[in-house]
């Protein structure tokens, strides 16, 4: 453990995987740190039940300047990823006019620019994170395979990779289904070709990773309070967080509930645009098969990854709010996926779930303190790469908690005030 001079109290509230992997680097860099949830620790939220994919070379955002066509033919499909419940709609409207901003040329431009600096840390500041914390043998590097359902659509992301290869990001081309079906015998032959990206990882399990550092974060001095945060008063030398009639005092706080961070943010006066996005899956635990890659169906939103619970195989994009049921629709929809991508794949035990992810217009992470009081900072809004961004985040959060602003300027909440 670093020696700091600077030992002060910081309070985290949220233990999602990007609240317990920042409380773990502060106590080891001798901050004194309280971690707060309502829950047990990754239970609740998307840590949970994610695929597990360490999304090393994802960096581009997902509004683009082409947007407006795509969203509106993915809305007209019933098997499209996205979804958008039309009695949220309106409430949605604000957040999708700024998601459409944000793919104009030079808002895009700036995003890709903050996803390749953040990315470009993904798997290395999860490696070097989790060796810290002695669970090392729990993240490997996967290269994964971007699955494609025809030559044109194959044909029509390569300009992409070309882009992400200026920036460092290696693939390879699988043109041929015999060489696709050799590196992974159990899919489908139904796809037309695939890209290989080098720059990924996965994990044994999403939800043992945040419970394991978790425990880790508790072993290097770590205190855990049970507690719903309902307000946050700062003032001038100590911010107090509350909660189930119990009162806690800070010299800093991070607020990192995931989708839930613009409730508590809007009582400070910080604005976050983040929106729930929901994601279903199903995890198969005999499903007979492992596979070799983690795999992304590009065609269809949707990502297969074989973890220590089982086959996980899911996605999708699901605007309808924060206080949503998941719909039994989707969930029988994402199975008939499953079955025909692996056509071997046993379903029998099969665990549905759904989580929300916390996004932002941007596909950005807000790392960044608050515009309105000292002392208090958000980590939040990771979207759909929250696990493969947590270690790279608490890093960056660490240097704005020492008093660093420029190392979080790319991820400041200002820059929804900036002109597009
Ligand atoms: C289907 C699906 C697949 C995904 N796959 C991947 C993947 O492969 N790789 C990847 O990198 N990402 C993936 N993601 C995204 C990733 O799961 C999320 O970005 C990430 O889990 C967000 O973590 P978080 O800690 O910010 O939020 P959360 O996991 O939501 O944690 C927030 C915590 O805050 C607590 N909380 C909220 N409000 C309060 C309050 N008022 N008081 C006290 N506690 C509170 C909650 O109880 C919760 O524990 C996926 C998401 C989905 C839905």
């Known amino acids: 453990m ?137 993240v490997r590097h996967a290269p994964a395979l971007y699955l494609y359902e025809s030559r044109h659509s194959l044909e029509n992301a390569i300009p992409n990779w070309r882009a992400k290869l200026e920036r460092g990001h290696s693939y390879t081309v699988i043109a041929d289904r015999r060489d696709l079906a050799e590196l992974e015998p159990s899919l489908s032959r139904e796809f037309a070709g695939a890209i290989l990206s080098d720059d990924w990882g996965a994990v044994t399990d999403p939800y043992d990773v945040v419970t394991d550092l978790f425990q880790a974060a508790i072993g290097s001095g770590v205190e855990y309070r049970r507690a719903n945060v309902e307000a946050i008063h700062p003032a001038e030398h100590t911010i107090t967080v ?60 949707i990502a297969a990854t074989s973890l ?22 989707y969930f029988d929809r994402i199975e008939k996926i499953a079955i025909r991508t692996f056509p071997g794949l046993r379903t029998h035990g099969g665990q549905p779930w759904s989580g929300l992810r916390p996004s932002t217009p941007d596909s950005v992470p807000i790392i960044s303190r608050s515009a309105r009081a000292k002392g208090i900072f958000y980590s939040a809004g990771h979207g759909h790469c929250g696990l493969s961004l947590a270690a790279a985040s608490a890093e960056i959060m660490l240097e704005l908690l020492r008093g660093n602003q420029q190392a979080g300027q790319p991820f400041a909440i200002d820059r929804f005030e900036r002109p597009g």
């Open 2 to 138: 670093e020696n700091s001079t600077e030992a002060r109290a910081v309070g985290v509230v949220g233990a999602g995987i990007v609240g317990v992997a920042l409380a773990f680097l502060l106590s080891r860099r001798g901050f004194v740190v309280t971690l707060i949830d309502r829950d047990a620790p990754g239970r609740t939220g998307p840590s949970f039940g994610n695929a597990g994919h360490i999304a090393g070379s994802e960096i581009f955002p997902i509004s683009n300047p082409g947007i407006l066509g795509t969203a509106i033919r993915m809305l007209a499909a019933p098997n499209a990823p996205l979804k958008i419940d039309p009695f949220y709609a309106p409430r949605l409207a604000p957040w999708l006019y700024r998601f459409y901003l944000s793919g104009r040329q030079k808002a895009y431009k700036r995003a890709t620019e903050a996803l390749t600096l953040l990315s470009a840390k993904a798997l290395p500041s999860t490696k070097a994170l989790l060796a810290e914390a002695g669970l090392g043998n729990m």
């Open 242 to 301: 509350k909660g189930e009639g119990k009162a806690f005092n800070f010299d800093k706080v991070v607020i990192a509930c995931g989708a839930h961070t613009p409730l508590l943010a809007r009582q400070i006066g910080d604005h976050l645009p983040i929106e729930a996005e929901g994601g279903y899956n199903y995890t198969y635990p005999a499903s007979g098969l492992e596979l070799n890659h983690p795999l992304i169906l590009a065609d269809r939103g």
């Open 308 to 329: 220590l619970r089982g086959l996980r195989v899911g996605g999708w994009a699901v605007f309808a709010g924060l206080n949503s049921e998941p719909k039994q629709a």
